[in-house]
């Protein structure tokens, strides 16, 4: 009979656990202010920004002939933002980011880009 009890404590202790989570879900998760979700948003942004960057730098590396100079234009780093991560990026935004991961991923050997115009 002991362990029978124990072994409902067990199972009840897991239900209360159970509609605890079911109560709390996703709190935990959820920004405090307003302005944290911006700047959340606001860096999560940035940070696709650059991936995108990077993603064109190494298509155009990819599409580049064997002795011949990469091309990455502004317009690739636009192209793969709103394709891949659905972003409605200006011209000069994408400019920046292209700049920096140009600059970052020692493009001036091997590269050239409009990003500087």
Known sequence: MRHDLGGLLFVALGLVLVAVGFVWRGRVLRP???KRAQAAAIRDRS?????AADMAIGEARRRA???EPVIVRVDDVT????GHYGLDV???EAAGALRQRYEAADCRRDCMTDAFD
């Open 90 to 92: 200006e011209r000069e």
């Open 47 to 51: 940070r696709s920004l650059l991936r």
């Open 65 to 67: 002939a064997r002795g």
């Open 32 to 34: 405090l202010s307003a």
């Open 79 to 82: 192209r793969v933002a709103s």
